[in-house]
Nanobody, 122 residues
Framework: QVQLVESGGGLVQAGGSLRLSCAASGRTFSGYAMGWFRQAPAKEREFVAAISWSGGKIYSTNSLGRFTISRDNDKNTVYLQMNSLKPEDTAVYYC????????????????WGQGTQVTVSS
């Protein structure tokens, strides 16, 4: 399996921006699709965005237009640029990997990071 470590979370005011990073190690990053999910207190973990090995992207309706997912395959890293943040974006953000095409389904991902907290104040 791929080991994943997220970073870049923090406290930001509404309307602000954050850039999350997810560094992969262990097995080869080649061919893996990467996803970002988030989980707010007392809520289910939900899909945010995903990117295939070749760069194809999928976004949730909540993130489309505000968030941008990207990857640097040479650095084994995937990013989530989050702009125009809202208090309802407050959650723990998780990075996930799967050795196949990008997916919006949590159950399709076998490797997960520990998460990074994002808090958006009003």
């Amino acid at each position: 399996q791929v080991q994943l470590v997220e970073s870049g979370g923090g406290l930001v005011q509404a309307g602000g921006s954050l850039r999350l990073s997810c560094a992969a190690s262990g097995r080869t990053f080649s061919g893996y699709a990467m996803g970002w999910f988030r989980q707010a207190p007392a809520k289910e973990r939900e899909f945010v965005a995903a990117i295939s090995w070749s760069g194809g992207k999928i976004y949730s309706t909540n993130s489309l237009g505000r968030f941008t997912i990207s990857r640097d395959n040479d650095k084994n890293t995937v990013y989530l640029q989050m702009n125009s943040l809202k208090p309802e974006d407050t959650a723990v953000y998780y990075c996930a990997a799967r050795p196949s095409t990008a997916s919006t389904r949590r159950v399709d991902y076998a490797s997960w990071g520990q998460g990074t907290q994002v808090t958006v104040s009003s």
